[in-house]
């Protein structure tokens, strides 16, 4: 749902990164999990515009129990989503080839920059990083754990 920038004030406010494609799931009285915690938090309050999102958690009311949550993601459990649209945890982990059966590699972190999604993948040639755009990433099978990209549309990072 969001990840934690930074503490923003003395009473453990934090201000957040929206990562959700539903941002109005973020709403006092919701519930998110901090990454790896089973307990879970709810939002008291919500400040919107300026530079960004700003949460106030209950249970974190000091400036220092917010820091502790510094880095760290918000979760939320999952929206039932399109059929062609996929959890980044679906992903992470998948076999990589592009249309001609070549191995390409293991998709192992998927991040934003600018207005798309990137999939950082580590193989034989190197590390790539493939757009996620329909034009790239022609089929991903969960079923079978692979995700087939277009040949050439990717950048190499490193030694090939």
């Known amino acids: 749902m969001a990840r934690v920038l930074g503490a923003k004030g003395l009473a453990g406010a934090v201000r957040v990164e929206v990562l959700t494609d539903w941002p109005e799931r973020l709403t006092p009285g919701a519930t998110l999990f901090l990454e790896g915690q089973p307990t879970p938090m709810t939002i008291a309050r919500v400040e ?23 880095g760290r ?36 972190e998927i991040f934003r920059s ?20 329909r034009s790239t990433v022609l089929r991903i099978d ?3 754990g692979l995700i087939v990209i277009a040949a ?5 990072v490193g030694d090939r």
């Open 142 to 144: 969960l079923t079978a």
């Open 114 to 133: 600018g207005g798309n999604e990137v999939y950082r993948v580590t193989g034989p040639a190197g590390e790539r990083l493939v757009p996620a755009l």
């Open 48 to 70: 919107t515009g300026g530079r960004g999102s700003v949460l106030h958690l209950e249970g974190v009311e000091t400036r220092e129990a917010a820091e502790a949550l510094n």
């Open 73 to 108: 993601y918000l979760e939320a459990p999952p929206h039932a989503l399109p059929d062609d649209a996929f959890y980044w945890d679906d992903l992470v982990g998948l076999r990589v080839e592009e249309t001609d059966g070549r191995h390409v590699g293991e998709l192992v």
């Open 152 to 156: 050439d549309d990717a950048e190499i």
